[in-house]
């Protein structure tokens, strides 16, 4: 869980540790620790750090009172991103490379625009999404990058 | 158990026809004389219909519809009445199709923020996303009336701005009849508006309201509550308190064609509304709109509401297989049918009742191709939450109060059965 102060020097120490190459940056999910800042940028957020079982937590809180947390594994990857708040965050950059699959996927199920909770499937990313006006959640996740161990339940 | 005696049920149930068999019709929209009422009492009650949808749209399921009659702001003449409206007790706020009003010579005002520019709106419902303006509306229902409403105009026809690249970046954006499988969406939930106070003084501005300048160019911006899309319930001069859904159990597992109920509005606010006395579990919710579920003995706490606007039981069990082919994917497909499971509500706050549930899922390739309504239909999926959405509603009445209001004993923001 977020541990609720601000530690910036813990992006540094997990990027010495972890990342041996620079990892082109894309937003969201795929993305690097680089890629977090651009979204807490993009997302008028603060950005806060915390470490996870064996991932890293970025938390984006946001003037609006959204906040997104992106997942990163010891590859310095954002292997999930979750998200809650009074309205979706822009799931396009999210989810980064895996939205136009996630648009796909979508696309596919019947009647998706008349169900609060949702479960989208594709062979590389997890979609879980919910809620209504004023409080929805979600979480996405690329379940092959997941680190041993760590529960898909965990990733809020 | 139920909060209707027997005899009240039927009368106000009106027709059921299942199966091809039309049932006896009893009653009509329930506004019968009992001769305890005041003398002069407001029509409170309209039909309610579960049928396959409006003719530009067709195969419609599980979606509970009433007839509106909607005029410009201001105007005695050009109004009409909208079929197929989507009853919705997810969401608060009223919300129509484009096509729908210019088709039936209706042009609403948009409504202009303090710069001059239209305010439009971004929602997000399931999977997909709504834009258009905000405009003005007199909405009348039974004998109830909103004048100036802010409602919003789902822009099927691109006559107003353009979305903002923000804007259908969650999904697609469903603004035609056949998107919703409606003319509109009446949002009657426990809120008085749809975004409230996070919407108001914002330090940035939600993605949700967006002022947009002449030439189509929209950035998210802060609104007031009394401009924010609203309840027309709570702008009612009387029985502006909540609702109540009436819709009766249906006649087969496998569907029904067509099913007809009553939508009443107020809560203990006449003789036909009251709250019954006994027997009633009074589920408040948080600031969110949700009162909190437990599935099937699992200790993870779920936000959850009772959401006519969902067709299914949205809920995930891996355990449950998910149909891959035919008209239901996404939706659950239980190897063995019907799959017995329940769920535990909560309320939050003084209205704390507990409450367990059980349903039943039903595989939905067992249902009638041509029927409109089904019992045991779930779906959706994700973990984050739980939606008693139609099937709930079948059998029982549901009652949602409104924040801020007394209701009997009680006050909203609520849902009750």
Redesign the interface.
């Given at each position: 869980m977020i541990s609720g102060s601000i530690k910036p020097a813990l992006l540094t120490a997990w990027l010495g540790a972890g990342l041996l190459a620079a990892v082109p940056a894309s937003a969201g999910l795929g993305g690097d620790v680089e890629a977090v800042r651009a979204d807490a940028a993009e997302f008028?957020g603060t950005l806060e750090s915390a470490y996870g079982a064996d991932y890293l937590i970025e938390q984006i809180s946001?003037?609006?009172?959204?906040r997104i947390r992106e997942f990163l594994n010891r590859d310095g990857i954002v292997f999930a991103v979750s998200w809650s708040g009074?309205?979706?965050?822009?799931?396009?950059?999210l989810l980064g490379v895996h939205f136009p699959a996630y648009?796909a996927a979508?696309?596919?199920?019947?009647?998706?625009?008349?169900?609060?909770?949702?479960?989208?499937v594709t062979p590389d990313l997890v979609v879980?999404?919910?809620?209504?006006?004023?409080?929805?959640?979600?979480?996405a996740y690329l379940p092959a990058l997941i680190p041993a161990g760590v529960a898909?339940?965990d990733l809020? | 158990m139920r909060a209707l005696a027997p005899i009240r049920a039927v009368a106000r149930f009106g027709t059921v026809i299942a199966g091809g068999m039309l049932a006896a019709c009893i009653g009509g929209n329930g506004v019968t004389a009992t001769g305890s009422k005041p003398v002069t009492p407001t029509p409170n009650t309209m039909m309610l219909t579960v049928d396959t949808g409006p003719s530009a749209a067709t195969g419609q399921i599980n979606h509970a519809y009433v007839t509106i009659k909607v005029c410009a702001a201001g105007s005695q003449t050009q109004c009409a009445n909208i079929d197929h409206v989507l009853l919705d007790t997810?969401?608060?706020g009223l919300r129509l199709v484009r096509s729908v009003l210019t088709a039936a010579a209706v042009t609403l005002a948009p409504e202009l923020d303090a710069q001059g520019q239209t305010v439009e709106e971004c929602?997000?419902?399931?999977?997909?996303q709504t834009w258009g303006p905000v405009a003005l509306a007199n909405l009348s229902m039974a004998g109830e009336s909103a004048d100036k409403l802010p409602v919003q105009v789902m822009d099927d026809t691109g006559a107003g701005a353009p979305p903002p690249?923000?804007c259908g970046?969650?999904?697609?954006l469903?603004n035609s009849v056949s998107?919703?499988?409606a003319n509109g969406v009446l949002?009657v939930?426990v809120?008085a508006q749809?975004?409230?106070a996070?919407?108001v003084s914002?330090?940035?501005?939600?993605?949700?309201y967006y002022g947009c300048t002449s030439a189509g160019v929209c950035a998210a911006e802060n609104l007031a509550l009394a401009d924010q899309v609203t309840n027309p319930v709570a702008m009612f001069a009387a029985d502006n308190n909540g609702i109540i859904v009436n819709l009766p159990n249906l006649q087969s597992a496998n569907g029904d064609l067509k099913v007809q109920g009553e939508l009443v509005f107020g809560l203990s606010t006449q003789t036909d509304n009251a709250l019954p006395a006994i027997g009633l579990t009074v589920l408040g919710t948080d600031?969110?709109?949700?009162f909190t579920a437990t599935y099937n003995g699992g200790t993870?706490v779920l936000?959850a509401?009772i959401?006519s606007?969902?067709?299914?039981y949205?809920?995930?069990d891996s355990t449950i297989a998910t149909c891959s082919t035919g008209?239901?994917?996404?939706?659950y497909c239980p190897l063995k049918a019907p799959m017995s499971v329940f769920a535990v509500n909560s309320g939050v706050g003084v209205n704390n009742a507990t409450n367990e549930v059980p349903f039943a899922i039903a595989d939905p390739n067992s249902f009638v191709a041509n029927a409109a309504a089904f019992a045991g239909l779930g779906?959706?999926?994700?973990?984050?939450?739980?939606?008693w959405?139609m099937p709930f509603f079948y059998g029982r009445p549901v009652y949602v109060g409104i924040e801020q209001r007394a209701a009997g004993p009680y006050s909203g923001p609520f849902f009750a059965y």
């Amino acid at each position: 869980m977020i541990s609720g102060s601000i530690k910036p020097a813990l992006l540094t120490a997990w990027l010495g540790a972890g990342l041996l190459a620079a990892v082109p940056a894309s937003a969201g999910l795929g993305g690097d620790v680089e890629a977090v800042r651009a979204d807490a940028a993009e997302f008028v957020g603060t950005l806060e750090s915390a470490y996870g079982a064996d991932y890293l937590i970025e938390q984006i809180s946001t003037g609006s009172g959204m906040r997104i947390r992106e997942f990163l594994n010891r590859d310095g990857i954002v292997f999930a991103v979750s998200w809650s708040g009074p309205a979706v965050p822009e799931l396009q950059r999210l989810l980064g490379v895996h939205f136009p699959a996630y648009l796909a996927a979508l696309a596919a199920l019947d009647r998706p625009g008349l169900h609060r909770s949702l479960r989208v499937v594709t062979p590389d990313l997890v979609v879980e999404a919910g809620g209504h006006l004023r409080a929805y959640q979600g979480r996405a996740y690329l379940p092959a990058l997941i680190p041993a161990g760590v529960a898909a339940a965990d990733l809020r | 158990m139920r909060a209707l005696a027997p005899i009240r049920a039927v009368a106000r149930f009106g027709t059921v026809i299942a199966g091809g068999m039309l049932a006896a019709c009893i009653g009509g929209n329930g506004v019968t004389a009992t001769g305890s009422k005041p003398v002069t009492p407001t029509p409170n009650t309209m039909m309610l219909t579960v049928d396959t949808g409006p003719s530009a749209a067709t195969g419609q399921i599980n979606h509970a519809y009433v007839t509106i009659k909607v005029c410009a702001a201001g105007s005695q003449t050009q109004c009409a009445n909208i079929d197929h409206v989507l009853l919705d007790t997810g969401s608060s706020g009223l919300r129509l199709v484009r096509s729908v009003l210019t088709a039936a010579a209706v042009t609403l005002a948009p409504e202009l923020d303090a710069q001059g520019q239209t305010v439009e709106e971004c929602v997000t419902f399931g999977g997909g996303q709504t834009w258009g303006p905000v405009a003005l509306a007199n909405l009348s229902m039974a004998g109830e009336s909103a004048d100036k409403l802010p409602v919003q105009v789902m822009d099927d026809t691109g006559a107003g701005a353009p979305p903002p690249a923000s804007c259908g970046a969650n999904g697609t954006l469903i603004n035609s009849v056949s998107g919703f499988g409606a003319n509109g969406v009446l949002g009657v939930g426990v809120f008085a508006q749809d975004c409230g106070a996070a919407c108001v003084s914002a330090s940035t501005p939600l993605p949700l309201y967006y002022g947009c300048t002449s030439a189509g160019v929209c950035a998210a911006e802060n609104l007031a509550l009394a401009d924010q899309v609203t309840n027309p319930v709570a702008m009612f001069a009387a029985d502006n308190n909540g609702i109540i859904v009436n819709l009766p159990n249906l006649q087969s597992a496998n569907g029904d064609l067509k099913v007809q109920g009553e939508l009443v509005f107020g809560l203990s606010t006449q003789t036909d509304n009251a709250l019954p006395a006994i027997g009633l579990t009074v589920l408040g919710t948080d600031a969110n709109g949700d009162f909190t579920a437990t599935y099937n003995g699992g200790t993870t706490v779920l936000p959850a509401l009772i959401d006519s606007g969902s067709d299914s039981y949205d809920f995930n069990d891996s355990t449950i297989a998910t149909c891959s082919t035919g008209a239901y994917v996404g939706y659950y497909c239980p190897l063995k049918a019907p799959m017995s499971v329940f769920a535990v509500n909560s309320g939050v706050g003084v209205n704390n009742a507990t409450n367990e549930v059980p349903f039943a899922i039903a595989d939905p390739n067992s249902f009638v191709a041509n029927a409109a309504a089904f019992a045991g239909l779930g779906g959706g999926g994700g973990a984050t939450n739980f939606v008693w959405g139609m099937p709930f509603f079948y059998g029982r009445p549901v009652y949602v109060g409104i924040e801020q209001r007394a209701a009997g004993p009680y006050s909203g923001p609520f849902f009750a059965y």
